[in-house]
């Protein structure tokens, strides 16, 4: 009895916490970040001239063009690079648009971050460069 009424009551807690987990989880990341995730270059565009902040960070550090370098989302990385991203950045594990894009193969990417001022001696986490893969 005393087993279920704990499951129960873990499930009831549970329940009730979730939506606001992933409510913060939501609202961790900008309309920018949502909008280099979904590789919408136009709405990249549009959010940038309404002022958005180019390279606000989430919660993990990261910023719009690095989570473009993870999704492989070329137009909107190409949009934020020639809009004056940071393609050195990093978030909290020390990864940037730069080195991301060179350890996923991601050579468009990797390509515009190398034309716009990648720190060639900059390292990850783990202490290695863009360049090793």
């Given at each position: 009895?005393y087993?279920r ?6 499930v ?6 979730f939506?606001?987990i992933?409510?913060s989880?939501?609202?961790d990341e900008t309309?920018?970040h ?5 590789n919408?270059?136009?709405l990249v ?5 309404e ?7 989430n ?6 063009l690095?989570?473009?370098?993870r ?15 940071d393609?050195?950045a ?7 648009p730069y080195l ?6 991601h ?7 190398l ?5 060639l ?13």
């Amino acid at each position: 009895m005393y087993l279920r009424t704990f499951f129960v009551g873990t499930v009831a807690l549970l329940l009730a916490v979730f939506p606001f987990i992933t409510a913060s989880k939501a609202m961790d990341e900008t309309q920018l970040h949502n909008a280099a995730k979904q590789n919408d270059a136009s709405l990249v565009t549009r959010l940038l001239a309404e002022g958005a902040e180019i390279d606000a960070h989430n919660s993990s550090g990261a910023t719009a063009l690095l989570i473009a370098s993870r999704t492989n989302a070329v137009e909107a990385a190409r949009v934020l690079i020639e809009s004056g991203a940071d393609v050195n950045a990093k978030d909290n594990i020390l990864d940037s648009p730069y080195l991301y894009a060179g350890a996923r193969c991601h050579l468009e990417i990797l390509r515009m971050t190398l034309t716009h001022g990648a720190d060639l001696k900059s390292t990850n986490h783990y202490g290695g460069t863009a360049l090793i893969r």
